[in-house]
């Protein structure tokens, strides 16, 4: 498993949880790394990414509520996500991409669930 993510679960409307996707040393310092959310019915959607320099971008449906930050040393990225909403209910998947030459590569984690009840 190349990148693993964790730190879903239930919590109710206003609440918060933080997410981590640890990947392989090698993935991890290549490229941009990536939160996407799929909900029920629903495409998977963008929802933050940071750059191997830290710099962020954010869905604007989360914008000033989740904060994507990512920890070199550990090869780890997370999203702080607070003053969740029942419209984020959704598996959340962490994605790494990279360019191999001319190549674009993707690696995506397995996914975890979060569920914000009203």
């Known amino acids: 498993v190349q990148l693993q993510a964790s730190g879903g679960g239930s919590v109710e409307a206003g609440g918060s949880l933080r997410l981590s996707c640890a990947g392989s040393g090698s993935i991890f310092s290549r490229g941009v790394m990536g939160w996407y959310r799929q909900g029920p019915g629903s495409q998977r959607d963008f929802v933050a990414a940071?750059?191997?320099?830290?710099?962020?971008r954010y869905a604007d449906s989360v914008k000033g509520r989740f904060t994507i930050s990512r920890d070199n040393a550990k090869s780890t990225v997370y999203l702080q996500m607070n003053s969740l909403k029942p419209e984020d209910t959704a598996v959340y998947y962490c994605?790494?991409?990279?360019?191999?030459?001319?190549?674009?590569?993707?690696?995506w984690g397995q996914g975890t669930l979060v569920t914000v009840s009203s």
């Open positions: 994605k790494a991409a990279y360019y191999r030459g001319y190549d674009p590569v993707e690696h």
């Open positions: 940071i750059s191997r320099g830290g710099s962020t």
